[in-house]
């Protein structure tokens, strides 16, 4: 079976209903990115930060995974498919995409604030049971607080998905304005004969060296076209 490892990002969820990051009407024109998405804002004011998560989490379970995320997920039974995703939320997994990787973190999960990364502080918050308080501790008793990588910490997953990019043959970038790193310097990663593909309705700077073939189109609509050439041009 071919290797086809999709990088995707917040234009992912955007028609689910989930605001990206960047673009005009983006979250982070609401609100001061370094305030909520920074470990320095989290130390200066934990509320203010565990309540923007809450509200985030809830959003979540309004929402469902798009075609596109659909889509993605059906290509598991033709292809040895990883989905390495800048996303919270869990649509991947809610269309079926069984084999994910999160480089910033989860947003149905809770660690400590102590050592984010210790395996056995992090916790699945029920869905009866969101949000996330002051007070409330993780098992090594510091403040729980969202499993969020936040600006400032390390990408732990980033191995990981280095190693999935490295050995793919087909790389397929989906709705990210390649603005953050160490995520976005994984095209750098994928080997001379590797196909790259981006799906994104708007244009998106990427080293220009790499040959990648853009499908200059929304999620879901760009997902049928790359099924189509994928079908002709590697027939499974
Ligand atoms: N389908 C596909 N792509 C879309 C769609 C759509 N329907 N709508 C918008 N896009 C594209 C935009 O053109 C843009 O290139 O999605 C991209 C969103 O970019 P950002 O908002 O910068 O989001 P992302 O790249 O995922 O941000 C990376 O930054 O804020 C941090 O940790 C956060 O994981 C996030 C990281």
Known sequence: MKKLVFLTGAGMSAESGISTFRDSGGLWEQYPVEAVASI??????????????????????EVTPCEGHRLVAGLDSSYDVTVVTQNVDNLHEKA????????????????????????SCIVTLPEDSLDIHMGDKAKDGSQLRPFIVWFGESVPMIEPAIMEVQSADILVVIGTSLNVYPAAGLLSYARSGCQIFLIDPNDVNFDPSLPIRHIKKGASEGMKELIQILTCSNPI
Request: no cysteine; aromatic share 8%.
């Open 40 to 61: 320095e804002g989290y130390y200066r004011n934990p509320e203010l930060v565990i309540r923007f998560y809450n509200e985030r989490r809830r959003q979540l379970l």
């Open 96 to 119: 079926g995409s069984h084999n994910v990787i999160h480089l910033h973190g989860e947003l149905m999960k809770a660690t400590s604030s102590r050592d984010p990364n210790n395996p």
